[in-house]
């Protein structure tokens, strides 16, 4: 069976999808060694109307995979948060390419500014490495006390308190992309539709 899989910029013809995605989020926030923040449908609204969210869906118009985009620190850092993958999808490369664009995104929306990540996954650290993220130590990251507090929700948090932010079970990263440079050192570039085709 093929699959044809679009990556793009999620629009508001995509709304219908943000009770799933954010069901997605909260199971697998559940889910042991994930470190993924809970995020409302409110939330999760907004990102796709500001134009900072990338969604996938198949052929037949099925969600497939989210993410979106956070800055802090007055735009000077970036992150890529609540990477999910839809399971019907999951096995076939969906989250690095959903990843890939998303960072492109980044790039395009606020250039210059430090993206960067806290996750425990080992798929997704795989996935950073591959696009040039480094792991760094938490003093790195913004002190913006709003991303912190997004932290909360996490089933970690309570061990980024005890040690004054700095140390978690989550892995931070960071990929300064000086000049004008992105991806692995290659030019940036401006894409809009990302296609995959899948058998």
Known sequence: MQNDIEITIASVKHLEYVPRIEQALIEASLQKNTG??????????????????????????????????????????VANSGLVISPAFRGMGLAGEIKKRALELSMELFPGAKLFGLTTSLAVMKINSR??????????????????????????????VRTRRTHCLCTAMILDPAGDKGLNGEKRRSVVNVKMNHT
């Open 131 to 160: 696009l040039g993220y480094q792991p760094v130590t938490f003093s790195e990251l913004t002190d913006d006390e709003q991303f912190w507090k997004g932290c909360e929700t996490c089933p970690y948090y309570d061990i980024l």
């Open 36 to 77: 993924i923040a809970v995020r409302s449908a409110a939330y999760l609204t907004a990102k796709i109307m500001e134009g900072k969210s990338v969604i996938a869906s198949g052929s037949d118009g099925e969600w497939a995979g989210f993410c979106y985009i956070e800055s802090w620190g007055h735009s000077r850092f």
